[in-house]
């Protein structure tokens, strides 16, 4: 059974440092994985995803990366913001057919 | 990206009452909708899976009786919970994910969430 483990599980950083967040999950035969957004009280919104052929994705101020033969997965947010605070959530499917399974999550901090 | 939507929102209850919940992708057909539930500071666990014109398959510790899921449509699929209690009380969260070709990838879309609260 496929499980995502995300540490740390709560960060807190000043403004303007660029961060990393880990996630790592124990079946590297994975379909995709899509890491999202959190804000309290509300649902998700999806940051970026990556198909197990590639090793990463860019938007933004957002990389995430994939290494699916060490079942990891970074999420690196450059020049933080304090409207970046929030849960950031990792989720992985191990096939077309099968549902995104989610890690805990981080609960980021920016403080201006 | 793709939208799909709940309804409602929020909603309050008294315990023992019923709770329909509405999920529905508005401009693509889902042929296989996720209901996920969420608590306090926790992350999101998966309760069922609906394929469109079959029942739903639930996940260990979900009690099926408890939570009926219809998804009768490509487009809608509803949670009802029924003689809902206080420990009922969560965040439900649907996901839809579009029927694509081989050569395609299964994004899942979620909706904004519902906040169950039941006293």
């Known amino acids: 059974k496929q499980e995502v483990t995300q540490i740390p599980a709560a960060l807190s950083v000043p403004e303007g440092e660029n961060l990393v967040l880990n996630c790592s999950f124990t079946?590297?035969?994975?379909?995709?994985l899509q890491w999202f957004r959190q804000d309290p009280g509300k649902g998700l919104t999806s940051l970026l995803l990556?198909?197990?052929?590639?090793r990463e994705q860019t938007s933004g101020r957002l990389n995430a990366s994939l290494d699916k033969s060490s079942g990891r997965s970074t999420l690196y947010i450059a020049a933080s913001q304090p409207g970046d605070s929030a849960t950031y959530l990792c989720?992985?499917?191990?096939?077309?057919?099968?549902?995104?399974?989610f890690g805990k999550g981080t609960r980021l901090s920016v403080i201006a | 990206g793709a939208v799909v939507s709940q309804h409602p929102s929020w909603v309050i209850c008294k315990s023992g009452t019923s709770v329909k919940i509405e999920c529905r992708s508005l401009?693509?057909?889902?042929?296989?909708m996720f209901w996920y539930r969420q608590f306090p500071k926790q992350s999101l666990m998966l309760m069922a899976t609906?394929?469109?014109?079959?029942?739903?398959?639930?996940e260990q510790g979900v009690e099926k009786d408890k939570f009926l899921i219809n998804h009768a449509s490509l487009t809608l699929s509803t949670l009802t919970v029924t003689s809902a209690h206080p420990e009922d009380s969560s965040f439900y969260i649907c996901?839809?994910?579009?029927?694509?070709?081989?050569?395609?990838?299964?994004?899942?879309?979620f909706g904004p969430g519902t906040r169950l609260t039941v006293l």
């Open positions: 996901s839809a994910r579009v029927r694509l070709g081989p050569s395609s990838y299964n994004e899942q879309f």
């Open positions: 079946d590297s035969a994975i379909y995709n």
């Open positions: 990556i198909q197990s052929s590639q």
């Open positions: 989720a992985v499917s191990t096939s077309g057919n099968t549902p995104l399974v």
């Open positions: 401009d693509f057909q889902a042929t296989t």
């Open positions: 609906s394929n469109e014109g079959s029942k739903a398959t639930y």
